[in-house]
Nanobody
């Protein structure tokens, strides 16, 4: 089983950038497809981006594509989310997640990191 810990959240002005990091332990992260999700106050958790085990395939929710970039460094057991041109509506708790290669759902979650974008 893999454990995930996010970091890198904080307060940023609209138009700014943040890079979220997700550190994995317990198992080798390269065994798991990974993703980022977010949950804004009063809203359901939503998908942001996903990346394959090798990192050669990525998927984004359309509205995030172009501003957000997911990446991974399997040698360091890390997954990243680079967020640019941030908007107040990007304010949310961001979660890193991983799933077993054969699973249809994400089974492993971090505790989340708060991102607040001021206007």
């Amino acid at each position: 089983q893999v454990q995930l810990v996010e970091s890198g959240g904080g307060l940023v002005q609209a138009g700014g950038s943040l890079r979220l990091s997700c550190a994995a332990s317990g198992r080798t992260l390269s065994s798991y497809p990974a993703g980022w999700f977010r949950q804004a106050p009063g809203k359901e958790r939503e998908f942001v981006a996903a990346i394959s085990r090798s990192g050669d395939s990525t998927t984004y929710l359309d509205s995030r594509k172009g501003r957000f970039t997911i990446s991974r460094d399997n040698a360091k057991n890390m997954v990243y989310l680079q967020m640019n041109i941030l908007k107040p509506e990007d304010t949310a708790v961001y979660y890193c997640a991983a799933k077993d290669a054969w699973s249809a759902r994400y089974d492993y979650w971090g505790q989340g990191t708060q991102v607040t974008v001021s206007s």
